[in-house]
């Protein structure tokens, strides 16, 4: 009777099942977290997202104790796990950047293998398997070496294997990233069903859409350091307040410029080149009082776009990036065999 008592939570609503604090690692002179700092909710689907060497692989491998980390605090479903790292180990799925699954066995014995691991009982390990390979239309490849298997393939069997023991974390490095076009939505409509069944997830990615569509919260994390937390949803809404004009107008200087700024002081001005402006706004910018400044300035506009904010502009703002970096690094990865 006690012990059961003893082992009701209360229910916390927005209670931490992650919680991380100044965790700082260090590879010799390279610095990979500089002190980061965050919490995952329980049920959240939480995304990383930040270009090549962020450090979002080391996060997950610290995380799941695949590493350690120099100094920090790490509390998993309040395990202490930068102390314990393998103390939360029953409760959370990993599924790396890269396959590591047994090339010569089949997908259902490399599922089972897992299973085996975790220490379930054979039939336990017979049915999560079938049921898993059914999930994933792995079905049919089942018992086919998993060598033979296409990369998307592969990556939707890992994820599978990350799930053998129904996890109630998940954490997901890059599941996207190098693989087909079907299997990424795939694997993208199989982590919404995850959440929908209350999995809390954690997932890394260098797609800005892919953050957008899918994640409740996002990190951007640069060079090691959390530039910014917030709700997908907090995010957008922010954007749709937002206006942004692109106006063409030959001749333009930096005086100009600047007594246009002056005169339109609760907009944010910037002369992108000689031949346009770009203005920014959190109400609705009329254009004609623009028009007529410039126009006393002996300028002409001779086109004016109304240009729809994005994540994207958010991520080039707390960043200090070029979405570029992040699509150059798809294409990649995406073309890229391994
Ligand atoms: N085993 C390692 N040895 C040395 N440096 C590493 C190692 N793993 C990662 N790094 C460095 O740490 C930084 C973060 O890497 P990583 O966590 O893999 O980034 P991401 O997953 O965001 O691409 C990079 O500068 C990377 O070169
Ligand atoms: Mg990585």
Same mark, same amino acid.
Request: one cysteine or more; hydrophobic letters at 40%; glycine letters at 10%.
């Given at each position: 009777?006690?012990?059961?008592?003893?082992?009701?939570?209360?229910?916390?609503?927005?209670?931490?099942?992650?919680?991380?604090?100044?965790?700082?690692?260090?590879?010799?002179?390279?610095?990979?977290?500089?002190?980061?700092?965050?919490?995952?909710?329980?049920?959240?689907?939480?995304?990383?997202?930040?270009?090549?060497?962020?450090?979002?692989?080391?996060?997950?491998?610290?995380?799941?104790?695949?590493?350690?980390?120099?100094?920090?605090?790490?509390?998993?479903? #309040?395990?202490?796990?930068?102390?314990?790292?393998?103390? =939360?180990?029953?409760?959370?799925?990993?599924?790396?950047?890269?396959?590591?699954?047994?090339?010569?066995? @089949?997908?259902?014995?490399?599922?089972?293998?897992?299973?085996?691991?975790?220490?379930?009982?054979?039939?336990?390990?017979?049915?999560?398997?079938?049921?898993?390979?059914?999930?994933?239309?792995?079905?049919?490849?089942?018992?086919?070496?998993?060598?033979?298997? @296409?990369?998307?393939?592969?990556?939707?069997?890992?994820?599978?294997? #990350?799930?053998?023991?129904?996890?109630? &974390?998940?954490?997901?490095?890059?599941?996207?990233?190098? &693989?087909?076009?079907?299997?990424?939505?795939? &694997?993208?409509?199989?982590?919404?069903?995850?959440?929908?069944?209350?999995?809390?997830?954690?997932?890394?990615?260098?797609?800005?859409?892919?953050?957008?569509?899918?994640?409740?919260?996002? =990190?951007?994390?640069?060079?090691?350091?959390?530039?910014?937390?917030?709700?997908?949803?907090?995010?957008?809404?922010?954007?749709?307040?937002?206006?942004?004009?692109?106006?063409?107008?030959?001749?333009?200087?930096?005086?100009?410029? +600047?007594?246009?700024? +002056?005169?339109?002081?609760?907009?944010?001005?910037?002369?992108?080149?000689?031949?346009?402006?770009?203005?920014?706004?959190?109400?609705?910018?009329?254009?004609?009082?623009?028009?007529?400044?410039? =126009?006393?300035?002996?300028?002409?506009?001779?086109? =004016?776009? @109304?240009?729809?904010?994005?994540?994207?502009?958010?991520?080039?703002?707390?960043? #200090?990036?070029?979405?570029?970096?992040?699509?150059?690094?798809?294409?990649?990865?995406?073309?890229?065999?391994?």
């Amino acid at each position: 009777m006690s012990n059961q008592t003893g082992s009701i939570k209360p229910f916390i609503p927005d209670e931490p099942i992650i919680r991380v604090d100044g965790l700082i690692k260090n590879y010799g002179q390279v610095t990979a977290l500089t002190g980061i700092s965050f919490n995952v909710r329980r049920g959240e689907l939480f995304g990383f997202l930040g270009p090549n060497g962020a450090g979002k692989t080391t996060t997950i491998n610290i995380l799941t104790g695949l590493a350690r980390a120099d100094s920090g605090i790490i509390e998993i479903d #309040g395990q202490d796990c930068a102390h314990n790292p393998k103390s =939360a180990q029953h409760l959370i799925g990993i599924v790396p950047d890269e396959s590591n699954l047994y090339p010569e066995l @089949s997908g259902f014995d490399n599922l089972c293998f897992c299973a085996s691991l975790y220490g379930m009982k054979k039939e336990d390990r017979i049915n999560q398997a079938r049921q898993l390979l059914d999930d994933f239309g792995l079905s049919e490849a089942g018992e086919r070496k998993f060598a033979g298997y @296409s990369k998307g393939m592969k990556r939707k069997l890992t994820i599978a294997a #990350g799930l053998i023991h129904k996890p109630s &974390i998940l954490f997901l490095d890059e599941p996207t990233t190098g &693989i087909d076009v079907a299997s990424a939505r795939h &694997i993208r409509q199989l982590i919404q069903n995850l959440h929908g069944n209350g999995t809390t997830i954690f997932l890394t990615t260098h797609y800005i859409e892919e953050a957008e569509r899918l994640c409740d919260r996002i =990190a951007f994390i640069v060079g090691g350091r959390i530039v910014l937390v917030d709700s997908v949803a907090h995010l957008l809404q922010s954007l749709q307040e937002k206006q942004v004009l692109l106006m063409s107008v030959p001749g333009l200087n930096q005086k100009i410029v +600047q007594s246009f700024a +002056q005169a339109f002081s609760n907009f944010q001005v910037e002369m992108v080149d000689r031949n346009q402006l770009r203005i920014e706004a959190n109400s609705s910018i009329s254009l004609a009082p623009l028009v007529n400044f410039l =126009a006393a300035h002996n300028l002409e506009v001779l086109e =004016a776009r @109304s240009l729809h904010p994005s994540l994207e502009d958010i991520f080039v703002k707390v960043t #200090g990036l070029q979405v570029d970096m992040m699509k150059k690094e798809r294409e990649k990865n995406g073309g890229g065999g391994q």
